[in-house]
C-alpha cells in the first residue's frame, strides 16, 4: 500500500508536510499535529472509502488558517470518528488534544 489516495491525489506525505507546515505557521501545537499524524497514520487499517474521507478531513483540519473554520472542521472529523467502531477512543483523545467540547 503505497498510502496513496488515487482519488484527491493525496499521499500520506503530503499530509504530513501539510500539518509540519500548519505548526510552523501557529495553525497547530505540537501536540495536535502528533495526534493528527498518528491519526493519518492508522488510516492504512481502513478501507478505501474510509481512508479517504479521514484523509481529508484531517488534511482540511491541518490546512485552514480561520479557527473558527478549523473548529468545525474538527468537530466533522470528531463526528466521523465516533461513526467508526475502532475509533472511539481516538474521539477522547481528539477532545483532549485539540480542548473540543
Same mark, same amino acid.
Given at each position: 500500500?503505497?498510502?496513496?489516495?488515487?482519488? $484527491?491525489?493525496?499521499?500520506?506525505?503530503?499530509?504530513?508536510?501539510?500539518?509540519? $507546515?500548519? *505548526? $510552523?505557521?501557529?495553525? #497547530?501545537?505540537?501536540?495536535?499535529?502528533?495526534?493528527?499524524?498518528?491519526?493519518?497514520?492508522?488510516?492504512?487499517?481502513?478501507?478505501?472509502?474510509?481512508?479517504?474521507? #479521514?484523509?481529508? #478531513? *484531517?488534511?482540511?483540519?491541518?490546512?485552514?488558517?480561520?479557527?473558527?473554520?478549523?473548529?468545525?472542521?474538527?468537530? #466533522?472529523? $470528531?463526528?466521523?470518528?465516533?461513526?467508526? %467502531?475502532?475509533?472511539?477512543?481516538?474521539?477522547?483523545?481528539?477532545?483532549? *488534544?485539540? %480542548?473540543?467540547?
Amino acid at each position: 500500500m503505497s498510502g496513496y489516495d488515487e482519488n $484527491r491525489g493525496i499521499s500520506k506525505g503530503s499530509i504530513s508536510k501539510s500539518i509540519a $507546515r500548519a *505548526v $510552523r505557521d501557529g495553525i #497547530l501545537t505540537d501536540s495536535q499535529a502528533s495526534f493528527l499524524d498518528q491519526l493519518i497514520s492508522a488510516t492504512s487499517l481502513f478501507d478505501y472509502g474510509k481512508r479517504k474521507i #479521514l484523509s481529508n #478531513l *484531517v488534511l482540511g483540519c491541518a490546512e485552514e488558517p480561520d479557527s473558527q473554520r478549523r473548529y468545525e472542521k474538527l468537530q #466533522l472529523l $470528531r463526528k466521523y470518528l465516533e461513526t467508526l %467502531e475502532s475509533c472511539k477512543g481516538l474521539v477522547c483523545d481528539l477532545n483532549e *488534544v485539540f %480542548e473540543l467540547e
